[in-house]
């Protein structure tokens, strides 16, 4: 008898495990690879040789909870497990794996026979239904049942992600279309983030108009697709402020006007105006008048007022508009490789992001140069927008972070990559939102 291993991290962030199965009997047993908050191994799930079920046990689901933040009570664990295919399909896969590798040709048909999901007919090489499709590394036999602890990508297949690099002014920046994960399929819902050549609005606008230039949108020079991260949100704000205007400032604006658009004859004209006015006035009011303006005489404005008679000028406040405001986005994506290629293609990706929002120089060097833009865009299968989530407006990077031990820990993967990324984007809309950008589609809009 002898005990192949594999390893994998699942989930995201990742869950370390190592599974181990029998290659005589095709029983399999998985262990938490360190785990969160125990030391060592510990046995989380074991499987029979007879189907594809699995018993899971408590610490799995205490571990799962705690490292993707959730709080899954048993039943919902177990549907959880059954449901989720990073989970049971993958862990019967990487079984199925091992069985195909190791294991006799008995050993296989008995297994086959059996239920066992992936196990490959001896003779003809096929499955009843082939879940192979994740294949894993298992390590050497060992025969002695000792533990294996070494964290190694799912896949160590030797193809490599060939990108586009760029040349010029940007020089070594990845370009073309990547995406995480790398068998993302199109019918997915996906964040698309374009990173487009800066391109000036300008300022002289059209004869007659002085509305500013539309900007043009440069090439798009690298093309980044994500899963959409949770709690994704837009706020629309627009500046209003309180201002007030006393009837004696009306009064003076009145003034300023009437000798603005009607010269000295408009300015006599305001003036009679406003002297009729307090004139015909009663009561106290033309002691209220000659107390403000004696104390705006004497320096002490509203006081003298307030003192003699504990009354104010009426500010007539109102909440006025005061200009739009640009809106702010947040994103933060985990990003867990499970084969060499798609760690390739993490390490590019944040390569794109950090080379595409830095601040670019002049051949000279006397001069800085605008980063480079993105394109932010909620997309369906066929490349269509989402017409249920925002829209966006062309965005500048504002801040990219890069966390290299997102769980506290720092394990590497075979090729030293670490297990796990997160990252943290900020974006901010280069213009505001005006009523006519809806248009007349249905979608939400901005």
């Known amino acids: ?24 009997t095709g029983e399999a047993s998985l262990y938490s690879n360190g785990g969160i ?8 799930a074991t499987s029979d040789n007879v189907g594809d079920e699995w018993v899971v046990n408590n610490r799995f689901r205490q571990n799962w909870n705690r490292q993707q933040g959730l709080n899954l009570n048993t039943a919902e664990f177990e549907d959880e497990f059954d449901t989720n295919a990073l989970l049971r399909k993958t862990f019967n896969n990487d079984r199925a794996s091992l069985i195909n590798t190791h294991s006799s040709d008995a050993v296989k048909k008995s297994l086959k026979d059996a239920g066992v999901p992936g196990v490959k007919d001896p003779v003809t090489g096929a ?24 964290s190694t ?9 060939k990108p586009q690099i760029l040349k010029g002014t940007n020089a070594g920046m ?24 800066y391109s000036p609005k300008g300022i002289a606008g059209k004869s007659g108009s002085y509305e500013i230039p539309s900007r043009q949108k440069g090439s798009i020079l690298t093309s980044i697709v994500l899963p959409i991260p949770g709690g994704i949100q837009d706020q629309n704000l627009v500046s209003w402020g309180k201002g007030d205007m006393n009837a004696l400032e009306q009064a003076a604006a009145q003034l300023a006007i009437g000798g603005i658009t009607g010269g000295p004859k408009g300015l006599e004209g305001a003036a009679k105006d406003i002297a009729n006015r307090i004139g015909n006035n009663i009561g106290g ?23 003699r008679s504990g009354a104010i000028i009426n500010p007539n406040a109102e909440l006025l508009f005061n200009g739009p405001s640009l809106r702010q986005f947040s994103f933060s994506i ?26 670019r120089r002049s051949q000279s060097g006397l001069f800085l ?57 900020q974006f901010s809309e280069l213009e505001p939102i005006f009523n006519d950008d809806y248009g007349t589609d249905t979608s939400i809009g901005y």
């Open 1 to 24: 008898m002898a005990i192949q291993r594999s390893s994998r991290a699942v989930g995201n962030p990742p869950l370390a495990t190592i599974l181990e199965v029998n290659d005589e």
């Open 37 to 44: 908050g125990v030391f060592g191994r510990v046995l989380i």
């Open 127 to 150: 499955t009843p239904n082939d879940t192979t499709d994740t294949p894993t590394t298992a390590s050497d036999s060992d025969s002695s049942g000792g533990d294996t602890n070494t």
């Open 153 to 161: 990508p799912a896949n160590t297949s030797n193809t490599d992600i």
């Open 174 to 197: 990845p370009g073309g279309q990547l995406r995480y994960p790398i068998d993302m399929t199109s019918e997915m819902n996906k964040l698309k983030i374009n990173i487009r050549e």
């Open 285 to 307: 009011t033309k002691t209220a008048v000659a107390n403000v303006l004696a104390g705006g005489a004497a320096g002490i404005g509203a006081q003298l007022m307030q003192r």
């Open 334 to 359: 985990n990003l867990s490789a499970r084969n060499n290629p798609e760690s390739q293609m993490i390490a590019l990706i944040i390569r794109a992001l950090k080379q595409g929002m830095s601040v």
């Open 369 to 425: 140069l605008s980063p480079h833009l993105f394109e932010l865009s909620y997309v369906t299968s066929g490349d269509n927008k989402n017409p249920f989530l925002n829209k966006f407006k062309m965005c500048a990077m504002t801040g990219l972070n890069v966390n290299y031990t997102p769980n506290q820990t720092f394990m590497t993967l075979e090729n030293d990559m670490p297990v796990s990324y997160r990252l943290d984007m």
